[in-house]
């Protein structure tokens, strides 16, 4: 059974940076897939960052390209989410999601930029 096990700091003023982790539990397999999405208050869940195994593809959400970066260690399973420069809108409830022969979801963590 996988269990999706999720990390990081939460809060940061505006313009700092947070890591967010995320780990496949429980799992002999290799991540195929693994990304964040995330929901502010109010709105729709949104895309905001994926990469496959070996990094072969990485994909952004427009508004944070250049100021987030995901990574994959394969080795251990684990995905990182670099944020830097964070902004106000960044703020919300970020998911970790990751592909293991079927989809895994995170229990989720609050994300708060503030002035």
């Known amino acids: 059974q996988v269990h999706v096990v999720e990390s990081g700091e939460t809060s940061v003023q505006a313009g700092g940076s947070l890591k967010l982790s995320c780990t496949a539990s429980?799992?002999?397999?290799?991540?195929?897939?693994l990304g964040w999405y995330r929901q502010a208050p109010g709105k729709e869940r949104e895309f905001v960052a994926d990469?496959?195994?070996?990094?072969?593809?990485?994909g952004y959400k427009d508004s944070v390209k250049g100021r987030f970066t995901i990574s994959l260690d394969d080795a251990e399973n684990t995905g990182y989410l670099q944020m830097d420069n964070l902004k106000i809108e960044d703020t919300g409830a970020y998911f970790c999601?990751?592909?293991?022969?079927?989809?895994?979801w995170g229990q989720g963590t609050q994300v708060t930029v503030s002035l």
């Open positions: 990469i496959t195994k070996g990094a072969e593809f990485i």
């Open positions: 429980g799992s002999s397999s290799p991540i195929e897939t």
């Open positions: 999601f990751l592909f293991i022969n079927r989809t895994y």
